[in-house]
T-cell receptor, first 113, second 115 residues
């Protein structure tokens, strides 16, 4: 069974640009969550999508957005990039029930110059 | 919002010894789940162990066990017979029972197992 995949693995952008990250969940999983991981802040929850609908949202500005497709694949978009957006972006998938284990992808390392 | 605190940024332990990682959390909810995740240097996060708040019995998974103190809002992870492969970042996480999958993570503890 294939794991969670994220593309691209590494990305370098400059301030003001926008970026789109992709996450393919494990087959059968309907929930995809996104996290931002930085050394000082740890993992911070961005949002969760379940059956193409945003089910939960963390405390990030509107520059961070996402969507989920009918095949459960998810994309995350960040517009008007800032230096502080440099981070490892992790996505995690699960069946979507409360106690289900989340399976994490390897992450996308975004560097904003 | 819920908060999760891991007060030990770094720890080390001799191979074959036992180590305990601390985690406290703050919530007004009564139904929730707690997790420990491991992130080895390769960056792929994996679940180590989970605990349902309604269960009084502490969860155990092979060499990993937890000490869940609900009243104290404490959830520590004990690793017995530490192995070199246990070297990783360990994250404590909280999930409220009546929401979707909005996990709250601590800032992590970097554990090094010394040969």
């Amino acid at each position: 069974k294939a794991g969670v995949t994220q593309t691209p693995r590494y990305l370098i952008k400059t301030r003001g640009q926008q970026v789109t990250l992709s996450c393919s969940p494990i087959s059968g999983h309907r929930s995809v969550s996104w996290y931002q991981q930085t050394p000082g802040q740890g993992l911070q929850f961005l949002f969760e999508y379940f059956s193409e609908t945003q089910r939960n949202k963390g405390n990030f500005p509107g520059r961070f957005s996402g969507r989920q497709f009918s095949n459960s694949r998810s994309e995350m978009n960040v517009s008007t990039l800032e230096l502080g957006d440099s981070a490892l972006y992790l996505c995690a998938s699960s069946f979507g029930d409360r106690n289900n284990e989340q399976f994490f992808g390897p992450g996308t390392r975004l560097t904003v110059l | 919002a819920q908060t999760v605190t891991q007060s030990q940024p770094e720890m080390s332990v001799q191979e074959a010894e036992t180590v305990t990682l601390s985690c406290t959390y703050d919530t007004s909810e009564n139904n929730y789940y707690l997790f420990w995740y491991k992130q080895p240097p390769s960056r792929q996060m994996i679940l180590v162990i989970r605990q349902e708040a309604y269960k009084q019995q502490n969860a155990t998974e092979n060499r990993f066990s937890v000490n869940f103190q609900k009243a104290a809002k404490s959830f520590s992870l004990k690793i017995s017979d530490s192995q070199l492969g246990d070297t990783a970042m360990y994250f404590c996480a909280f999930l409220e029972a009546n929401t979707g999958n909005q996990f709250y993570f601590g800032t992590g503890t970097s554990l090094t197992v010394i040969p």
